[in-house]
């Protein structure tokens, strides 16, 4: 069965500068879609950003990035020039390409941006 | 274009009572999912429906049912609350392949209480 892990359950950055999200995945499957999504005090899930594994090329949304490394099952996110704004919980998602089509998640990573 | 809609947005149960939650999407997708988020531990897949006419149990079924009303329209329900339920729950969407957008697309989420 995949998983996903998220190791950080809270982080802080201040306003400016740059912080990275950690995930780490499980799977057998050899194609499928990770996904970052962001969930700020309004509840609403918001998706950042999404890689598909058999793209190479590193995904890239403004100040978002990801660093995905496939053979060691990684998945980071890096936001630039934090801002206020970005202070939410982080959700790491996986989702497969063959059978249930099922997305799985970890358990979050809370993001506070300091002024 | 409303995207998708659960209703209600908050919901106060007293043990044993039962509710239905609703939700509808408009964008032609085929998958519909039903997830809670508990703090600390991300959001976890109770029931899905890959396409219409089917259901299949997630990673926390118990003490829930699923109807797959119709393409649309995909609803949870709790048939004697206990405390324990008490939770966030979302509804979510998706595409089956081809994915021209492989994430899932959510609702805003009903925080439900059961005293």
């Known amino acids: 069965a995949q998983t996903v892990t998220q190791s950080q359950p809270e982080m802080s950055v201040q306003e400016a500068e740059t912080v990275t999200l950690s995930c780490t995945y499980d799977t057998s499957e050899s194609n499928y879609y990770l996904f970052w999504y962001k969930q700020p005090p309004s509840r609403q899930m918001i998706l950042v950003i999404r890689q598909e594994a058999y793209k190479q090329q590193n995904a890239t949304e403004n100040r978002f990035s990801v660093n995905f490394q496939k053979a060691a099952k990684s998945f980071s996110l890096k936001i630039s020039d934090s801002q206020l704004g970005d202070t939410a919980m982080y959700f790491c998602?996986?989702?497969?390409?063959?059978?249930?089509?099922?997305?799985?998640f970890g358990t979050g990573t809370r993001l506070k941006v300091l002024a | 274009n409303a995207g998708v809609t659960q209703t209600p947005k908050f919901q106060v149960l007293k043990t044993g009572q039962s509710m239905t939650l609703q939700c509808a999407q408009d964008m032609n997708h085929n998958s519909m999912y039903w997830y809670r988020q508990d703090p600390g531990m991300g959001l976890r897949l109770i029931y899905y429906s890959a396409s219409e006419g089917t259901t299949d149990k997630g990673e926390v079924p118990n003490g829930y049912n699923v109807s797959r009303l119709n393409k649309r329209e995909f609803s949870l329900r709790l048939e004697s609350a206990a405390p324990s339920q008490t939770s966030v729950y979302f509804c979510?969407?998706?595409?089956?392949?081809?994915?021209?957008?492989?994430?899932?697309?959510f609702g805003q989420g009903t925080r439900l209480t059961v005293v």
């Open positions: 979510a969407s998706s595409e089956l392949p081809p994915l021209i957008r492989p994430e899932a697309f």
């Open positions: 998602a996986f989702r497969g390409t063959s059978g249930t089509y099922k997305y799985i």
